[in-house]
């Protein structure tokens, strides 16, 4: 399966502190996305890098893919109370041609 | 635009009877998706439709599952009949031009199958 798996599961962390969650996947991709889940909501979109792209840069987010690691990191800098919520990574590639999402990582972050 | 629209936002029913969730997509988004969230599996790609076809269903679980699509902003999922274990949260989604385009996901709605 190419699921992406995200760790931690959960983190816990002060406003204004900077949050990082990782993805890793097992079989190749044509992209990699980040979703976020605020309770009770549906899921929004937050970045797609590319598999051909190292970094990418929205806002106070910063993305990272290692393809030789089969990897993704999301960073969230200078937190705010208002980013609590579950983030996801979504992968598309290989022979199923669909997004497939990991399990999550829930973000608290205190006032 | 509204976004993606789905009802009801909460069903309680009992085992064995019929649900139906409605789903009405973005304006001009080519494709629409079913998801089913719990806390065990995640979130699952049930189907999704292109240009209102049904392209991939390989998620339904079951012969109880069936979706359409009869016109470019309506969609139906339907559960008949219902068991307790497809209670779950189940999301719709529409993209403008593909599976790997930028996804809106309506609020959900929440089933519950006593």
New interface residues.
């Given amino acids: 399966s190419q699921q992406g798996e995200e760790d931690p599961q959960a983190l816990s962390i002060q406003e204004g502190e900077n949050a990082t969650m990782n993805c890793s996947y097992k079989t190749s991709i044509n992209n990699l996305q980040w979703y976020r889940q605020n309770s009770g909501r549906g899921l929004v979109h937050l970045i797609l890098i590319r598999s051909n792209e190292r970094e990418k840069h929205s806002g106070r987010l910063r993305v990272t893919l290692d393809t030789s690691k089969k990897s993704s990191s999301l960073l969230i800098t200078a937190s705010r109370a208002a980013d609590t919520a579950s983030y996801f990574c979504a992968t598309e590639g290989g022979s199923n041609y669909k997004l497939t999402f990991g399990k999550g990582t829930l973000l608290t972050v205190n006032p | 635009d509204a976004g ?1 629209i789905q009802s009801p936002r909460h069903e309680v029913t009992e085992m064995g009877q019929e649900v139906t969730l409605r789903c009405k997509p973005i304006s001009g988004h080519d494709y629409l ?1 079913w998801y089913r969230q719990t806390m065990m599996r ?2 699952e ?1 049930l189907i ?1 439709f292109n240009n209102n076809v049904p392209i ?1 269903d390989s998620g339904m679980p079951e012969d109880r599952f069936s979706a359409k699509m009869p016109n470019a902003s309506f969609s139906t999922l339907k559960i008949q009949p219902s068991e307790p274990r497809d209670s779950a949260v189940y ?1 719709c ?1 529409s993209s403008l031009s593909g ?2 385009d ?7 709605t929440r089933l519950t199958v006593l």
């Fill in positions: 993606v998706f995640g979130l790609l999704y991939d999301f989604a599976v790997s930028t996804q809106y996901f309506g609020p959900g």
